[in-house]
């Protein structure tokens, strides 16, 4: 059978352009309908995507009162939440949720995600994340936020110990056999035991053994303490990739460091964000780009840009009508840091237009144009090994999945790169895994 490539949509408020709550085909609100949010869902699902990636923050960002003015992200839906009505709502597209292993404890994640897997039929992942600002850490008891390489590491026992509460029960641990009177063979039941550095967790999960066997483990990390975490348990990799030499050495090098832990490497999907705005013609899609661009003011650019990297840059410090400095370090988003500074040097950008780049894509995969634009952009990363498929960011949402489903989908069919149909039911089904 051909390699075909995978899709995921990653629905945020109303769209990923930071202007994008004041194009007039949005709907802002500090707390979206879930008739609304379902309606996104059920167009992805209708252009059969394999997930729809629902991200989180656990705190309103008040690095910035700009960013807090000008944008629609000072508020999200709690993400299990909107996952267990998606669940129950739609019937073959995945769905990721986001859980946080800085703050959370491992086994009401592995509850909670598994939970949310049989209420959907086996269609559910969970992406795991590591703190990322200040303004979470002061909602969870933490002065500030942990050092990097401390985060990783309790992320690392994190998911070990998720994955373990899931394989809490065989398969066929349950006879319930009434004859015999047997409901369950404590035989086939497993305590975890563990006892690590940051978690001691006796088990066994409450919650029987996924109908998929096991939910999706997805993470994001792009520095090597991420890259080698997912190398060894990730079953799919948000990754943020703006060049296509970045995307392949991404892809190169986390796929190499998999047989080291026994695992091959197709069992783990790589699928960039990519910001994708597509019209009838490229003018026609590139206009529509400029309005959203229009709309972003130089304020409100600068505090966007500031917010990607953190408070450790001061932005201000810097000539505007330089590019960004190369010898920047920061203890928040190391990979956001390396993407920009490649926009820097591949746009040949002053730190000044950086800002209003990164408003739109932040450093993401962008694309704009017709929809053999788009797709030849998505075939040539497919085909030379730079990823196994995309995680859609609507510029705009909806307009932005309507316009994709609608022109993007039927070429990407059309050149044979995507189904005509779902023939499986699960998430890791859509994904051709196995556990």
């Known amino acids: 059978m051909t390699r075909q490539l995978h899709l995921g949509l990653f629905l945020l408020n109303t769209g990923h352009h930071a202007a994008s709550w004041r194009d007039p085909a949005t709907a802002p609100a500090p707390a979206k309908p879930f008739a609304d949010i379902l309606r996104v869902a059920q167009t992805a699902e209708r252009g059969l995507f394999d997930v729809v990636f629902l991200a989180d923050s656990a705190a309103t960002p008040d690095s910035s009162r700009t960013l807090l003015a000008r944008t629609d992200r000072a508020t999200f839906l709690e993400p299990s939440t909107t996952a267990a009505a998606l669940a129950v709502s739609t019937t073959h597209i995945g769905i990721v949720i986001t859980q946080n292993t800085t703050y959370d404890q491992p086994y009401h994640v592995a509850r909670r995600v598994l939970s949310l897997d049989h209420l959907s039929g086996g269609r559910v992942g969970c992406n795991l994340v590591t703190g990322v600002s200040e303004s979470e850490a002061r909602n969870f008891n933490h002065p500030g936020m942990p050092p990097h390489s401390d985060r990783y590491a309790r992320a690392a026992e994190f998911a070990d110990v998720v994955r373990g509460l899931w394989n809490s029960w065989d398969a066929d641990a349950f006879p319930v056999d009434r004859n015999s009177g047997v409901y369950l063979d404590v035989e086939k039941m497993r305590y975890l035991d563990h006892t690590g550095p940051h978690f001691q967790v006796r088990g066994p999960l409450n919650v029987a053994r996924s109908p998929q066997d096991m939910p999706v483990m997805v993470q994001a990390g792009g520095s090597a303490p991420g890259r080698e975490l997912a190398a060894r348990t990730a079953d799919m990799v948000y990754a943020v990739q703006g060049s296509i030499e970045r ?150 949402i909806p307009e932005g999945v309507d316009d994709f489903v609608a022109l993007v989908v039927p070429e990407l069919q059309r050149r044979g790169l995507m189904r005509r149909a779902y023939t499986t039911s699960t998430l890791r089904g859509h994904l051709g895994l196995t556990y």
């Open 247 to 396: 995307g392949r050495e991404f892809y190169t090098d986390l796929k190499g460091r998999m047989p080291a832990y026994g695992r091959a490497p197709d069992s783990l999907k790589i699928m960039p964000g990519l910001l994708a705005v597509t019209a009838p013609t490229r003018a026609e899609a590139e206009d529509k780009y400029d309005r959203l661009q229009d709309r972003v003011d130089p304020e409100l650019g600068l505090a966007f840009l500031q917010g990607l990297l953190g408070p450790d840059i001061d932005l201000r410090a810097y000539d505007f009508d330089q590019p960004l400095p190369e010898n920047l370090t920061t203890n928040f988003g190391t990979s956001q840091l390396a993407l920009l500074q490649d926009a820097t040097r591949d746009g040949n950008m002053t730190l000044r237009q950086l800002t209003r780049f990164a408003a739109g894509a932040r450093g993401h995969l962008f694309a704009c144009g017709s929809p053999a634009d788009i797709v030849d952009l998505m075939e040539e990363r497919f085909a030379t090994g730079a990823a196994d498929g995309f995680n859609l960011m609507p510029a705009t």
